[in-house]
């Protein structure tokens, strides 16, 4: 019984000192006129399937749940979500340039058609509220794919202009 006690103990001191070493969990302030809301012709769905399965690690709108405060899930969390945002943030979308939301764009297709995003621990954890369905899936590839013909359309434009003398 002793040992017990004591191994209970031991693993008690363990977390508690683990959960001495801490990450900052912010959520840097939002500006609307650069979210991907406001920078894309978004359909209502795709806003909603966005913000329902990605944003928690690919924006600055993260939903810090309480386990987030707790190691060592505590470092998974937050290396995760820092991880993402700087990969994709949804948030600073109007910093992008049309490279780069070109990219993410094509990026967010295959993510999703392929199911690996959101990453399959987060589905688990999250089921059945971060899964996609087939038609989840289509309504985001093709707004995906629109919204990189636009682009190439307006810099055609541009191009275009360009070359007037
Ligand atoms: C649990 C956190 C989490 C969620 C939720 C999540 N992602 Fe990610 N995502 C990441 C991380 C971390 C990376 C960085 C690359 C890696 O580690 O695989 C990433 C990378 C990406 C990339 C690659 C960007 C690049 O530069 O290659 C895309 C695109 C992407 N995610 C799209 C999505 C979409 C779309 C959703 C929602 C359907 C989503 N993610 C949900 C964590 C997440």
């Given amino acids: 019984m002793k040992r017990v006690y004591a191994m209970t103990a031991a693993v008690l001191a363990a977390i508690g000192l683990m959960n001495l070493a801490r990450v900052d969990r912010t959520n840097p302030p939002e ?25 928690n690690c690919h924006s600055t709108r993260t939903d ?6 707790v190691a060592p899930l505590h470092w998974l969390m937050t290396a995760d979500v820092y991880a993402a945002r700087e990969h994709m943030n949804l948030s600073t ?7 780069q939301r070109t990219g993410s764009l094509i990026g967010i297709c295959e993510m999703v058609a392929s199911n690996k995003m959101p990453p399959w621990y987060y589905q688990a954890a999250h089921y059945p509220s971060a899964h ?13 794919k629109a919204e990189v013909q636009r682009s190439a359309l307006a810099q055609n434009l541009n191009l275009g202009k360009g070359d007037e003398r």
């Fill in 31 to 55: 500006d609307p006129a650069e979210t991907i809301e406001a920078q894309t012709r978004i359909p209502v769905k795709v806003a909603a399937i966005l913000r329902k399965k990605c944003q």
């Fill in 64 to 69: 810090w749940q309480w386990y987030s405060a």
């Fill in 93 to 99: 979308w109007g910093r992008y340039s049309e490279e």
């Fill in 132 to 144: 996609l369905s087939d038609g989840d899936k289509k309504v985001v590839c093709d707004w995906a």
